[in-house]
């Protein structure tokens, strides 16, 4: 266990619904707060399937588990020739704030040791993921509207871009 009372670790197919609560738990308020329609959101329309079908394809998904084992948090990645893109960073109602996102993030970053570089977008007006991001040291790369909202993909150098 950790200061925020969590281990991160692999994510498991027993893990796969409640990753998809907590990614509805997040996107809601993502929704809420910025009074998008819900189906307009991707990630609130994702079901199991398509999150297992996702594993099947090879996209990794890493979770947060409490002491009793029900997942807190979640991150997907998949890698293309070095170019790992991150996607549904996600933290529980009453986990937030408590180092889970930040968690996840180092511990993703630290399972693609030949990454060239991590790849992400979010909301350009969702400041407190635009904040973990930055500390986490991404920098912004391109903006694109997307009709209700703006979104802003970030980027970071991978550990083999430095060799």
Do not use: C
Not at 118 to 130: C, M, R, S, Y
Request: charge should be neutral.
């Amino acid at each position: 266990m950790t200061e925020a009372g969590v281990v991160i670790r692999a994510a498991v197919s027993d893990d796969l619904p409640g990753i998809l609560s907590v990614q509805h738990q997040a996107f809601g308020r993502v929704a809420r707060a910025f009074g998008l329609n819900p189906d307009d959101l991707p990630p609130l329309r994702e079901t199991l399937a398509d999150l297992t079908l996702l594993i099947e394809q090879g996209t990794r998904f890493l979770v947060a588990a409490s002491r009793d084992g029900a997942v807190v948090g979640s991150v997907r990645a998949s890698d293309t020739d070095g170019v790992v893109e991150i996607g549904r960073l996600v933290v529980a109602n009453g986990w937030l704030r408590r180092g889970v996102a930040t968690r996840l993030m180092e511990r993703l970053e630290a399972g693609y040791p030949r990454a060239q570089s991590f790849v992400l977008f979010t909301g350009a007006d969702a400041f407190e993921p635009l904040a973990l991001y930055k500390k986490l040291g991404y920098t912004v790369s391109r903006s694109e509207d997307v009709g209700p909202v703006v979104l802003v993909w970030l980027q970071k150098p991978g550990p083999a871009s430095k060799r």
